[in-house]
């Protein structure tokens, strides 16, 4: 059966959505699955955005980039490819979003007055609102996902598999609970971690301080901080043991400071000194010094009683540095700096107590002394009022500087010294330097990049003081401090005997049992690091959708995809989840993007006013147009500039394609053209195995990208293909085969090779612009073949036919475009236009070009000559003056430019059958309509002499009669359609009808 006819215009927005419910109509996704439920299990896990708001141009560019990927793996049909979207659904980023619908500023208006349950239940709603409006807005976008099936990180069976990789963490000995200073967010008042924080520049008090050495009159330490709120939990000074450091007298004073850095007393307080001993900083180690709050701050003094290393400076030589300014004595808070802690704190040889008299909220506790109920920024001026009063503050200068906020809400951190429960990564930061050399990375320094993280993670704190979470499983007893750590809700069941059907909090927290010791094991309160939720999701995402029963049983993933910011991010929770519970790596492959940026190269931003929402890009050109531009646009971990002109260039090559199927479609039905499938039986010309040898090439070449990830290369190759093979090239060389009334062989060979082509081509382009070939195939392939599947979805990825790939025609076709391009430079440079045949031109290779010979007639063809000669060296090339030369890489070309009388007739016939072939076309004639034509001329010679080239003229316009003559017959008076011109000082009319 024929071919169907596509439509001579489309709007692709309607293809698409046609598309979508055919889909979903013939239900084809599943009919994929099913057909290939036997075959291993493809495993990739779709990297779960928050449900927080409408999908934007960022989350939409990395769904289709792992689609492409997706379809590519569905059409090897090697493996069941069933990939569940996902959705981050817990944590701070939805809480945040809630507390301000509900005016909500502080935890204890939640807990007090809304209450947990309510404030639980608003959460899931709203995430779960936002899953179901998300979900739509990526399926039109044409991604081969099981939309009905999304895991959700809130289901049941997604916690216990997070509870399970806890259990594997504690009974392996990499869950802990520990304290230690932690930056922790004031407003939403909790811990977080290292991948959680945001960097942004603020203007802080810098403060130069003076620290009274004790026993010694008029002589001081000279601190710098940034942080003035840290200074009442000041307990010791920090040096380092190898620096050189002064006693410099500055007015009647002694200061001691390090050596390098003294030029800040006459920079920065103007003051004049001299320099009167040096020593190095281990001859400092122990020297005690007066604490300057001590009147305000009672507690701080009693710790010298309890620790005579208190208010002393000790030695470090990794946590002080002289390139960064300072005075190289550095101020020790160990409860509010991991660095003061790492060297000063419990833990050390000087054992000093992390003191942070600071609770969740910011605001100073009663051990505060003076500074009781401030919050810390609040209390900034009063200390620095306080230092001044006393004598002892040298400058309060501000100074801008980078410092961490809160990823959520924005809130400056501060470091607080609070228990929580850690993964010790700093145990195992080997092992995964060592499983992250077996995962293939796209690009390859993505995998450099993660090392460099990974190589100093710190432990890493899961644990959270918030609701809307995953339950830490971790159950206390509240009489001898016994902890267990639960696994799975069958073990709770055997421990508490009652487990609720929501597993969150409140009614996770009402389940206790009693402990061996009489006491009553009750739940830790805290909820998980909600990047731990998608950290697990190698193994909770399949429960979650019922497709793992056994956690144990999980597998590592073929391949993942996501942004750069995931280095520190997803990737990061992932491999440090996989690592403290089974000690491998997550996945075997990853491919790294960059951001989405505006043509500017600027981040997207409500306040810059330049965000691109999905839906009006799709609006606009559809969303096949974004698909091809978006994998195209740039290499692999790199920044995507979201440049419109180039989106709207992309959607004009889509209608090229379009269009080229179109004249297969219309050519093929006119024909009753039906493909046999056999070329040894064909009449191939050299132009048809050349294409027959292009197309295997570059399916050869596509199943090696695909299978290396290297995906923006695909999109690029393809569309070279499309516009400078098929549509420029081989359309333009076969238009004289394919007419109604060319030879059948030669039709034959250039339609068959054509449909074998654009059938394959098909398929190879499928994973880019799915909608689209999906519409082609309806219209090429099913109809032809009655046993073609119902959906491209049900087809194969295509076999390389390596038998009919040919290189050296390949190349002898490159040259020959490029031949043709000198001569269409030359014909410019002289005003010849290309519709106007010329003698001949002369072709000189400069290096063996094997098949060159064989493509002579297409330069012919395609340059409008009438004859291509190829001149081999030493001969003398277009020695006439008729001839203009240009030299090309591998060629020298000479066009014959002399003008003869055959020509100029052939001219004048061409240009009446571009005239003709206009008028045809404004009045809607389709190519296969005839028409009877009068062409009327005064000139009796002339007219005399085109009837030579009247059968070729007829052939070209599609005429069923043609007559030419100098007075319009009485015939044509009634004819409607008509058209004149003047070429060469001579008029012509032309009147015609259908036939």
Known sequence: MPVKELPKRVKFQELEERILKFWDDKKIFEKIWEETKDLPDWKFIDGPPYTTGAIHLGTAWNKVLKDVVIRYTMLRKEKLVRINPGYDMHGLPIEVIVEKELGITNKKQIEDEFGIEKFIERCREFGINNLWKMNDQFKRLGCFYDWEKPYMTIHNRYIEGIWWALKQAWEKGYLFKGVKPLNTCPRCETALAKHEFEYYNVDDYALFVKFPVKGKKNEYLVIFTTTPWTLPANLAVMAHPTFTYVKCKVDEEIWIVAKQLTTFIKATLEKDFEVIEEFLGEDLEGLKYEYPLAEE????????KEND?????????????LEKGGTGLVHCAPGHGIEDFTAAGPQTKYSIPAFSPLDPAGKFTKEGGKYYGKFIKDADPIIIADLKKKGVLLSDAKLEHEYAHCWRCKSALIYRTIPQWFFKMTALNDLMVEENLKIYWQPEFAG???????????????SRQRYWGTPLSIW?????????????????????????????????????????????????????????????????AYAAVDRLDNYDDWKIGDFILEGKDQIRGWFNTLTSSSIVSTQQRAFDACYMHGFVMDEEGRPMSKSLGNVIAPEEVIEEYGSEAFRFYGVRSTAPGEDMKFVRSELKDTFRHLSVLYNTYVFATTFMKMANFEFKGDFDKVDLKPEDTWLLSKINSLNQELTELQDRYALPKIPKIIQNFILDDLSRWYIRIIRDRIGRDAPERTKSAALSTLYYALR????????????????????????MEKDAPESIQLEKWPEVDEKLINKDLEDAMEQAKLIVETVLAIRQEANVKLRYPCLKVLVQPKREIPMLDNVVDIISNQANVKATELVLPPQKIGDSKFFSIKEIPNAVVALDLQVTEELKLERILRELQRHIQQTRKKNKFHVKENIDIVIISKDESLISSLEELKTALKQKIGAKTLELTTKLPEKAKKWKIKGDLTLEDTQFKFYFQKA
């Open 476 to 540: 206390e007893c509240d009489k001898c401090d016994d902890v267990e750590v639960i696994g799975s809700v069958e073990e709770l069941e055997e421990k508490a005997g009652e487990v609720p059907e929501d597993l969150h909090r409140p009614w996770i927290d009402e389940v206790t049992w009693k402990c061996k010791c009489g006491g009553t094991k009750k739940r830790i309160p805290d909820v998980l690091d909600v990047w731990l939720d998608s950290g697990s999701g190698m193994w909770s």
């Open 448 to 462: 450099r990049w993660f090392e460099s993280w990974i190589k100093g993670l710190m432990d890493w704190c899961i």
């Open 309 to 321: 290393k208190v208010h002393t400076i000790i030695l470090t030589d990794e946590f002080v540095t």
């Open 297 to 304: 701050l009672p507690r701080n003094v009693a710790f010298e």
């Open 760 to 783: 394959k081509l098909l398929l190879l382009a499928h994973p880019i612009i799915p909608f689209l070939t999906e519409e082609l195939y309806q219209y090429l392939v099913v109809p």
